[in-house]
């Protein structure tokens, strides 16, 4: 070769250090191809200048449909308020609502494509417990965190996870303070206990076996039944036979009633039948037979009437849904609201530099946070589950009334 050419070539080799520096130091400050932004943060997973993007994955279709499309509803009208107050920090909330028709395998697959398809920051208030169970483990593993779950499983707080939060009761606890406080405060001698053959139904079982053995005394006899069943005829007989006067119930919606309606129509009055979250609900109430009146539940927030607001807050709210959706709200739409606003609130002290790290700081320092519906809620930096204390509800005249507030577990 020419002399020129090989102090080119030397020129070249000793300049390629140089460029690749160059190169490496600006990636950072490299544009977006997508939004045209220039951003000195590595990528967030389901945040973008303009947007935060959260997944749900809840029944609209199927055995608790009439709690899943409540708490949907619910959660999108607080991210809608949300956004249209400008959103937070310059980003707008997209809620992506997957249907998991209350089925493990359907969860599964919309979780995946919540994760993966949609690309989601958090996953908030997903409905179900055994739903939720099938997909808590990837979503830890992808590093999402699991927001407010519609389900009191004891999976949703235990073991501790920072990416944990939760805002109910746990069905576990509310179940074995049940159990104390009929025997304790009611005399009530024969505990016994009918649940779904699924996860929660198993938690209300060891829980109703738990408090009895705890308290020296043994669950008198049990009815197991898949979700779908119809019949409880001899369900029913099998209680009374074993003279129960307590039974606690791993029920949700549709088999409560059906429930509730077989022991109507054997003309089993003397018996107190003790429920939680699953099935608080007004179509319980609502039964044209009466087969709800006197069914107690132990929940975390009470069912509140258009008549007797609690505040003038909720009042408004109450219009406003109505309004919005056309019929009146369950339980669930407000737990389900007030959820999404600790969510914007988390979001909003987050900061506009939001990662899964500021967001849970954020999270663990709501510590003084009261709904407008009247409940106190709290975390902090070794508490990710909100609230401790249940109330005692019964259905009389058609209506849930509030009769013990503040029991704890």
Not at 354 to 360: F, K
Request: include cysteine; hydrophobic fraction near 40%; aromatic fraction near 8%.
């Amino acid at each position: 070769m020419k002399p020129g050419i090989h102090q080119t070539i030397r020129n070249i080799t000793l300049l390629l250090p140089a460029t690749l520096f160059l190169l490496l130091g600006c990636g950072e400050q490299a544009t977006d191809s997508e939004d045209g932004n220039a951003t000195g943060a590595a990528e967030v997973r389901g945040v973008t200048d303009t947007e935060i993007v959260l997944g749900m994955h809840t029944d609209l279709s199927g055995a608790i449909a009439t709690l899943g499309v409540d708490g949907a509803n619910g959660t999108r009208m607080r991210f809608d308020e949300a956004n249209e107050a400008g959103g937070i920090h310059g980003r707008k909330i997209k809620l992506v609502v997957e249907d998991n028709q209350y089925q493990v395998p359907k969860a599964i697959s919309v979780a995946n494509k919540l994760i993966h398809r949609d690309n989601i920051f958090a996953m908030v208030m997903a409905i179900g417990t055994q739903t939720n169970n099938a997909v808590l483990t990837q979503l830890l593993e992808e590093n999402i965190p699991n927001l407010f779950p519609i389900s009191g499983a004891r999976s949703m707080v235990d073991p501790a996870h920072r990416l944990k939060f939760h805002a109910r009761g746990i069905y576990y606890d509310e179940i074995r303070a049940a159990a104390r406080y009929f025997v304790e405060e009611r005399g009530v001698k024969g505990i016994c206990a009918i649940y779904q053959d699924t996860e929660y139904g198993q938690e209300i079982l060891e829980a109703a076996t738990d408090q009895a053995e705890a308290m020296g005394m043994s669950l008198l006899t049990t009815s197991a039944h898949k979700p779908t069943e119809s019949e409880f005829t001899s369900a029913i007989l099998k209680l009374r036979e074993a003279q129960c006067d307590l039974v606690l119930m791993g029920t949700v919606v549709r088999d409560t009633i059906l429930v509730l309606e077989a022991a109507r129509k054997l003309g089993w009055e003397d018996v107190a039948w003790v429920g939680n979250n699953a099935a608080y609900n007004q179509t319980v109430a609502d039964q044209e037979s009466g087969a709800g009146e006197g069914y107690y539940a132990f929940v975390h927030m009470g069912m509140m009437y258009r008549d007797s607001p609690p505040t003038e807050e909720a009042a408004y709210w109450w219009d406003r849904f109505v309004e919005r959706h056309g019929r009146n709200p369950e339980y669930v739409a407000l737990e389900a609201y007030r959820n999404a606003d600790i969510v914007v609130e988390a979001l909003t002290r987050a900061g506009p530099d939001l990662t899964v790290d500021s967001l849970i700081a954020a999270l663990e320092s709501i510590d003084d946070y009261t709904d407008i519906f009247g409940y106190p809620v709290s975390f902090g930096p070794d508490k990710h589950q909100g609230v401790t204390v249940s109330a005692l509800s019964q259905i009389r005249d058609g209506r849930w009334h509030t009769m013990e507030q503040s029991i704890s577990y």
